[in-house]
Protein backbone atom coordinates (compact mmCIF):
# COMPACT_ATOMS: atom_id res chain seq x y z
CA UNK A 1 0.00 0.00 0.00
CA UNK A 2 1.85 3.24 -1.28
CA UNK A 3 -0.54 5.49 0.07
CA UNK A 4 0.20 3.98 3.47
CA UNK A 5 4.23 4.15 3.30
CA UNK A 6 3.41 7.65 1.66
CA UNK A 7 1.20 8.75 5.35
CA UNK A 8 3.87 6.88 7.34
CA UNK A 9 6.07 9.10 5.94
CA UNK A 10 4.54 12.48 6.00
CA UNK A 11 4.12 11.79 9.62
CA UNK A 12 7.53 11.28 10.01
CA UNK A 13 7.46 8.06 11.78
CA UNK A 14 9.62 4.93 10.93
CA UNK A 15 7.93 1.76 10.40
CA UNK A 16 8.51 0.42 14.16
CA UNK A 17 6.94 3.92 15.19
CA UNK A 18 4.04 3.91 13.34
CA UNK A 19 3.19 0.15 14.57
CA UNK A 20 3.89 1.67 17.94
CA UNK A 21 1.10 4.65 16.98
CA UNK A 22 -1.55 1.71 15.96
CA UNK A 23 -0.74 -0.56 18.51
CA UNK A 24 0.02 -3.12 16.50
CA UNK A 25 3.49 -5.33 16.12
CA UNK A 26 6.14 -4.17 14.03
CA UNK A 27 5.57 -7.33 11.60
CA UNK A 28 1.99 -7.15 11.26
CA UNK A 29 2.11 -3.28 10.37
CA UNK A 30 4.64 -4.26 7.34
CA UNK A 31 2.82 -6.60 5.98
CA UNK A 32 -0.01 -4.16 5.55
CA UNK A 33 1.94 -1.66 3.94
CA UNK A 34 3.88 -4.29 1.77
CA UNK A 35 0.13 -5.32 0.62
CA UNK A 36 1.19 -8.76 1.64
CA UNK A 37 -1.60 -8.90 3.64
CA UNK A 38 -4.68 -7.14 3.98
CA UNK A 39 -6.16 -4.57 6.84
CA UNK A 40 -8.16 -6.28 9.20
CA UNK A 41 -11.30 -4.41 10.63
CA UNK A 42 -9.20 -3.78 13.76
CA UNK A 43 -5.91 -2.33 12.44
CA UNK A 44 -8.70 -0.31 10.24
CA UNK A 45 -10.17 0.85 13.71
CA UNK A 46 -6.84 1.67 15.27
CA UNK A 47 -5.92 3.46 12.54
CA UNK A 48 -8.96 5.59 12.60
CA UNK A 49 -9.23 6.07 16.20
CA UNK A 50 -5.11 7.57 16.05
CA UNK A 51 -5.78 9.88 12.54
CA UNK A 52 -9.10 10.59 13.18
CA UNK A 53 -9.38 13.24 10.46
CA UNK A 54 -8.29 10.61 7.90
CA UNK A 55 -10.37 8.65 4.95
CA UNK A 56 -10.59 5.42 5.96
CA UNK A 57 -12.18 4.56 2.43
CA UNK A 58 -8.54 4.71 1.20
CA UNK A 59 -7.91 0.65 2.78
CA UNK A 60 -11.23 -0.53 0.32
CA UNK A 61 -10.20 2.05 -2.86
CA UNK A 62 -6.30 1.11 -2.86
CA UNK A 63 -5.19 -1.47 -5.18
Same mark, same amino acid.
Given at each position: ??? @??N?????? &????????? &??? =?? =? @???????????? =?????? $?? $?????????????? =? $?
Amino acid at each position: MDW @LKNFRYKQN &LTISQMAIE &LGV =SK =S @LYEKVEYGDRNP =SANFIK $KF $KDRFPDEDINIFFN =S $K
